[in-house]
């Protein structure tokens, strides 16, 4: 026992504090290595690594594999040349916006999101990024549409439309705008001049009702991986009415229609604008029920501000609710605007088929304002079927400056707001039909 007990001794005495040292320095020799490792060598070598992680390595120096927010891989001009001319694009859109007042509203918090959503590894519109969650959270689920069109539900006055029921004609007319791009986007697929599915070409000729909201709502459902180019698209030609609509009109109708008095309608009173909402409502459950999204969020904007009796609500709509769904949708649309989304030949497609398709809407409902004054008993102006399309209500202003250039005394307005406001229900019918049928 002595003995053990004697050689336990010598080995804490002699053999543990060799194997400590021995342990110390092997630590201490992997601590300098480590310190080596993560130490700069130069302060040339520290700008190299700090350079690497700017957004101008990634513009200048574009790799393969790199993937945008949504884990689709970009190529090497989306990540280089294609995020300048991105920029480009977007200042054109700025000052668009800023110095000549084009649909200002949207077209800026768009401009800005597409900027936030080209910068190069921030990665913002990823699931978990500003951009991605905005997205998600309203667009993909088609949530902001139908918010804005609660707020603008609340903004109209269907007035000039009861006033003169048969207005309602011509904002079924300037829908052909619609239909007609619809069938020629799917002829342009059929012999391969294009290259759209069915769905896609509902999704563009949308665009033909001058509708924004109803063109996401109709994007986010049929096309999403088109939904940046057709809204900016959308409201660019919204902004752009007043350039677009006078030619068409002027070259459809003579300098004698284009000075016609239309006589004033009648007043109408507070319960026919109370039960009209419910009335459309009814309809479309019976008739259309995939119209009820968009049309059930504008009657409920449109009754809350007729009923009188919940003015608090129907403010909040027309500007607090509005306003604050404006920035959103903005910006989540604004997010789509990526290079290797928006830089490809189908954009320039939906360009040119939306430009189409908005003017065949202005001409439809022109021609047919002028048809129907061939057989009302009451004279109808030819231009206020110009107004047919959903811009509201800016068609109907430009309607009527173009009247008071041939009659100063010719206030056109009020009529023009009856086929106008009719448009917005046609555009939310249409998009109804197109849901139903390529849903």
Known sequence: MKKFLLSLLLVLTFVVPSVASASEHEVAAAVAETEQAYTPKS?????????????????????????????????????????????????????????????????????????????????????????????????????????????????TDFGPLLANPKTAILGGAAQFGIFGSLVGAAALSQYGIVDYSLKQCSAISIIGGADGPTSIFIASALAPEMLGAIAVAAYSYMALVPVIQPPIMKALTTDEERKIKMVTGRQVNRIEKLIFPIVVIMMIALVLPDAAPLMGSFALGNFAKES????????????????????????????????????????????????????????????????????????????????????????????????????????????????????????????????????
């Open 43 to 155: 302060v040339t070598g520290l700008f190299a690594g700090f350079f690497e992680t700017t957004g101008l390595n990634a513009i200048m120096f574009p790799q393969d594999g790199v993937k945008n927010g949504r884990g689709e891989e970009m190529t090497k001009f989306a990540q280089s040349g294609g995020r300048v001319i991105m920029f480009l694009i977007i200042f054109v859109l700025f000052y668009l916006a800023v110095a000549k007042g084009f649909e200002p509203l949207l077209l800026l918090p768009i401009a800005f999101g597409g900027l936030l959503a080209n910068i190069p590894i921030a990665n913002m519109t990823g699931p978990h990024g500003m951009l991605g969650i905005i997205y998600d959270m309203g667009i993909a689920n088609e949530f902001f549409p139908l918010l804005i069109f609660m707020g603008v539900g609340a903004m």
């Open 308 to 439: 009188g009796v919940v003015d608090r609500l129907s403010n909040e709509m027309q500007n607090s609710l509005i306003n604050i769904v404006t920035i959103f949708l903005g910006l989540g649309v604004g997010g789509t605007l990526q290079a290797d989304k928006f830089l490809v030949a189908e954009t320039l497609g939906i360009m040119v088929i939306g430009l189409l398709a908005f003017a065949a809407g202005t001409a439809a409902g022109v021609l047919m304002a002028k048809l129907m004054n061939k057989f009302s008993k009451d004279p109808i102006n030819p231009l206020i079927g110009a107004a047919g399309v959903s811009a509201v209500p800016m068609a109907a202003r430009v309607v009527s400056k173009v009247g008071q250039e041939y009659n100063k005394s010719n206030i056109l307005l009020m009529h023009a707001m009856g086929p106008n406001v009719a448009g917005v229900i046609g555009s939310a019918v249409a998009a109804g039909v197109l849901l139903s049928i390529f849903k």
